[in-house]
Antibody
Framework: QLQLQESGPGLVKPSETLSLTCTVS??????????WGWIRQPPGKGLEYIGS???????YYNPSLESRVTISVDTSKNQFSLKLTSVTAADTAVYYC??????????????WGQGTLVTVSS | EIVMTQSPATLSVSPGERATLSCRAS??????LAWYQQKPGQAPRLLIY???IRATGIPARFSGSGSGTEFTLIISSLQSEDFAIYYC?????????FGGGTKVEIK
């Protein structure tokens, strides 16, 4: 059964870089059928799409975050990662990694990690 | 960016009753819409994709309908485990966008 697990610091200082890794188990990140995505949820609020990556390294970023976001993939470790630079308190959220169907008009998220809370504070 | 608007924000329903949730897109998304359920402290769970196709393992009491800009999620007979927040998501256009959610609470 596929499992996704986020890991990384739970506390980041303002203006620094948030870095998270998602480890995929029970399936290959190199599958041609899927993209791998990041979604976040500020406390008590709704879901915001951050971006996605294909195993070959193709990426898509939400334009609202694109200037600060980098998503990368390490197929040898079955992991993908998120970096968000110049963070502020507004970036405080639960960050989820998720598996996303690939292909035109198929981009729903069918499996999610449990999420990790990242707080931006000095 | 396509804006997804869900209504109502909160829906109070008695167990065993029917719940009807709405999702509206700011422009047509065809049938490229998914619904998710989120319980407190948990990740969202995929319920519906393609506007009306239940995901694997989702009970038949959950049904989705609609196309274009108007979508509906119906829970035919609410069970205790169905009280949660429900989100819609369009995947017709990038960036992918979610609605603000509808909280289904016990009446």
């Amino acid at each position: 059964q596929l499992q996704l697990q986020e890991s990384g610091p739970g506390l980041v200082k303002p203006s620094e870089t948030l870095s998270l890794t998602c480890t995929v188990s029970g399936g290959s990140i190199s599958s041609i059928t899927y993209y791998w995505g990041w979604i976040r949820q500020p406390p008590g609020k709704g879901l915001e799409y951050i971006g996605s990556i294909y195993y070959r390294g193709n990426t898509y970023y939400n334009p609202s975050l694109e200037s600060r976001v980098t998503i990368s993939v390490d197929t040898s470790k079955n992991q993908f990662s998120l970096k968000l630079t110049s963070v502020t308190a507004a970036d405080t959220a639960v960050y989820y990694c998720a598996r996303q169907k690939s292909g035109s008009y198929r981009n729903w998220f069918d499996s999610w990690g449990q999420g990790t809370l990242v707080t931006v504070s000095s | 960016e396509i804006v997804m608007t869900q209504s109502p924000a909160t829906l109070s329903v008695s167990p065993g009753e029917r719940a009807t949730l709405s999702c509206r897109a700011s422009q047509s998304v065809s049938s490229n819409l998914a619904w998710y359920q989120q319980k407190p402290g948990q990740a969202p769970r995929l319920l519906i994709y393609g506007a009306s196709i239940r995901a694997t393992g989702i009970p038949a009491r959950f049904s989705g309908s609609g196309s274009g800009t108007e979508f509906t999620l119906i829970i035919s007979s609410l069970q205790s485990e169905d009280f949660a927040i429900y989100y819609c998501q369009q995947y017709n256009n990038w960036p992918l966008t979610f609605g603000g959610g509808t909280k289904v609470e016990i009446k």
